[in-house]
């Protein structure tokens, strides 16, 4: 198999979804997909990079150009062999070959990829593209398109590619085929298959890309709910519909996917995943351990409790998951589950309390954040957080039925476990926003709680 282009590994090291930040890479090339249009050669590089701590597989599409490509400088990632290389998200060639392969269940040559056609739904065809600006882990392209129900569509690429199901497409695509709107409707994915000597049968298949309509004018939960706090606006109303929307969301997840009853030793494993990862935390998270005790008699008490049933769920829910849009109210997104946990765990039936953990420590940190900005504002703000947490859970029990008082020592464990990972994230990601998950974990395994 051809070298990576040298121009293409120094690209990637400054690129925002490149995991090894700081490392030079040590890139291999393990599949391509191969498409061209226009006179447009497009490569879909399939790269394993080992500069880590950990070998990564990444999915980096190159679009090769006789002649530069107008108002894409940004996009340029050099030249080689007397071509332009640009990355191919920016470049309309790209996208045409994405759409038509996914709209014609058909193929990109060169390697073993096919798209799969959601039934119901034609994305249509590009009117024009831009690459999606907002921080991402992934690579989004929002195209206006032409030829479907939708005049705009959003098309998903993971950078990041692994053997098996990305439970971003398996539950949303899901949940849409089921007929709910509380996600955006989807229109198609893309499915990749690259060699693998670590499997018996020699070959990984993955998802590559995934297809959804486009909510315009829609905006976060997170900002919602921020500005609400912060002119200390009444929240309550929304925080129930929120909390409906969430369980509508689980209803749906618990009909089209397996639900399995929770047994003794599925909680014992629950709660033992709780134990590591406060282990994992605690050793890169100082302050986490004066609280250790505390923490693990919570975690204690949720292991005698009883757990209700296992089912699909969102599996790193909180506010930023979440568009407000005036014509359907909340819809959910991003179910690809926690990025610091590994896939294979990702993808398992699981407790629906993890959810509504999540969702309560969002509300936690809209407070949080606001008491860092203006420390005078921090005792209306947790005013404000309890109110949205307590309406959220009024809105969840109504539409669900379940007596989530009745769980109360497995959904504090949850709430616990989320503020451990939360202490872990920040530390990586936002140093100066520890003190969050750091108050919180003190709280929830505090006297109130032993
Ligand atoms: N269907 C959609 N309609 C409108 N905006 C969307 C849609 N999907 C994602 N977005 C926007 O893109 C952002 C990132 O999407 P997300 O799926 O969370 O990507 P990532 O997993 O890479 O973070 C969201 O916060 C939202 O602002
Ligand atoms: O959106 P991601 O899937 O990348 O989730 C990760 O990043 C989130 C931050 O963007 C992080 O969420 C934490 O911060 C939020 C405020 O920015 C807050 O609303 C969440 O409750 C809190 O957990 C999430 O934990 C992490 O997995």
């Given at each position: 198999?051809s070298?990576?282009?040298?121009?293409?590994a120094?690209?990637?090291?400054?690129?925002?979804?490149?995991?090894?930040?700081?490392?030079e890479p040590?890139?291999?090339?393990?599949?391509?997909?191969?498409?061209?249009?226009t006179?447009?050669?497009?490569?879909?590089f399939?790269?394993?990079?080992?500069a880590?701590t950990?070998?990564?597989?990444?999915?980096v599409?190159?679009s090769?150009?006789?002649?530069?490509?107008?108002?894409?400088?940004g996009?340029?990632?050099?030249?080689a062999?007397g071509l332009?290389?640009?990355?191919?998200?920016h470049?309309?060639?790209?996208?045409d070959?994405l759409l038509?392969?996914i709209?014609s269940?058909?193929?990109?040559?060169g390697?073993?990829?096919?798209?799969?056609g959601?039934?119901?739904?034609?994305?249509?065809?590009?009117v024009?593209?831009?690459v999606?600006?907002?921080?991402?882990s992934n690579t989004?392209?929002?195209?206006?398109v032409?030829?479907?129900v939708v005049?705009?569509?959003?098309?998903?690429?993971?950078?990041l590619?692994?053997?098996?199901?990305n439970?971003?497409?398996?539950?949303q695509?899901?949940?849409?085929?089921a007929?709910?709107?509380?996600v955006?409707?989807?229109?198609?994915?893309?499915?990749?298959?690259w060699?693998?000597t670590?499997?018996?049968?020699?070959?990984a298949?993955?998802?590559?890309?995934?297809?959804?309509?486009?909510l315009?004018?829609?905006?976060?939960?997170?900002?919602?709910?921020l500005?609400?706090a912060?002119a200390?606006?009444?929240f309550t109303?929304?925080?129930?519909?929120?909390?409906?929307?969430?369980?509508?969301?689980h209803?749906t997840?618990?009909?089209?996917?397996?639900?399995?009853p929770t047994?003794?030793?599925?909680?014992a494993?629950?709660?033992?995943?709780m134990?590591?990862?406060?282990?994992?935390?605690v050793?890169?998270v100082?302050?986490?351990?004066?609280?250790?005790?505390?923490i693990?008699?919570?975690?204690?008490?949720a292991?005698?409790?009883?757990?209700?049933?296992?089912q699909?769920?969102h599996?790193d829910?909180?506010?930023?998951?979440v568009?407000?849009?005036?014509a359907?109210?909340?819809?959910?997104?991003d179910f690809?589950?926690?990025p610091?946990?590994?896939?294979?765990?990702?993808?398992?039936?699981?407790i629906?309390?993890?959810?509504v953990?999540?969702m309560?420590?969002?509300?936690?940190?809209v407070?949080?954040?606001?008491g860092?900005e203006?420390?005078?504002?921090?005792?209306?703000a947790?005013?404000?957080?309890?109110?949205g947490?307590?309406?959220?859970?009024?809105?969840y029990?109504r539409?669900s039925?379940?007596?989530l008082?009745?769980?109360?020592?497995?959904?504090d464990?949850f709430?616990?476990?989320?503020?451990?990972y939360?202490?872990?994230?920040e530390v990586r990601?936002r140093?100066?926003?520890?003190?969050i998950?750091?108050?919180?974990?003190?709280?929830?395994?505090?006297?109130t709680?032993?």
């Amino acid at each position: 198999m051809s070298a990576v282009p040298p121009v293409l590994a120094r690209w990637m090291a400054r690129q925002r979804w490149y995991q090894a930040k700081g490392a030079e890479p040590a890139v291999r090339i393990v599949g391509t997909l191969e498409g061209e249009t226009t006179g447009v050669r497009v490569t879909t590089f399939l790269l394993i990079d080992e500069a880590g701590t950990e070998p990564l597989l990444y999915q980096v599409p190159v679009s090769f150009r006789s002649e530069a490509l107008p108002g894409a400088d940004g996009a340029l990632i050099g030249e080689a062999d007397g071509l332009f290389l640009y990355d191919a998200p920016h470049d309309p060639a790209y996208v045409d070959l994405l759409l038509s392969a996914i709209s014609s269940a058909g193929r990109l040559d060169g390697a073993d990829a096919h798209a799969t056609g959601h039934p119901s739904a034609d994305p249509g065809t590009r009117v024009s593209s831009h690459v999606f600006a907002g921080e991402q882990s992934n690579t989004s392209i929002v195209v206006e398109v032409d030829g479907s129900v939708v005049p705009q569509t959003i098309v998903k690429l993971f950078r990041l590619v692994h053997h098996g199901e990305n439970p971003d497409v398996t539950l949303q695509t899901g949940i849409s085929a089921a007929g709910s709107d509380r996600v955006p409707r989807s229109f198609g994915v893309l499915t990749g298959s690259w060699p693998d000597t670590g499997r018996a049968d020699g070959v990984a298949v993955g998802h590559l890309a995934a297809v959804q309509e486009f909510l315009p004018g829609s905006e976060d939960a997170w900002r919602v709910a921020l500005r609400a706090a912060a002119a200390g606006e009444d929240f309550t109303a929304k925080a129930a519909d929120l909390g409906e929307a969430v369980a509508e969301v689980h209803e749906t997840l618990a009909a089209v996917f397996p639900t399995v009853p929770t047994a003794p030793a599925d909680i014992a494993d629950a709660v033992a995943l709780m134990r590591s990862r406060l282990a994992m935390a605690v050793a890169e998270v100082p302050g986490l351990a004066d609280h250790l005790e505390a923490i693990d008699a919570v975690y204690e008490r949720a292991a005698h409790a009883e757990w209700p049933a296992q089912q699909r769920v969102h599996g790193d829910l909180h506010l930023g998951q979440v568009l407000w849009t005036q014509a359907r109210g909340w819809v959910v997104i991003d179910f690809e589950g926690e990025p610091l946990r590994p896939m294979s765990e990702r993808s398992r039936p699981d407790i629906a309390l993890r959810d509504v953990a999540g969702m309560l420590r969002s509300f936690d940190y809209v407070a949080g954040s606001l008491g860092q900005e203006d420390g005078a504002g921090a005792a209306g703000a947790s005013a404000w957080a309890v109110e949205g947490r307590d309406a959220f859970i009024d809105g969840y029990q109504r539409r669900s039925g379940a007596d989530l008082a009745a769980h109360r020592d497995v959904l504090d464990a949850f709430e616990l476990d989320k503020a451990v990972y939360e202490t872990l994230y920040e530390v990586r990601n936002r140093p100066t926003w520890l003190g969050i998950p750091l108050a919180a974990v003190a709280r929830l395994a505090g006297p109130t709680n032993a």
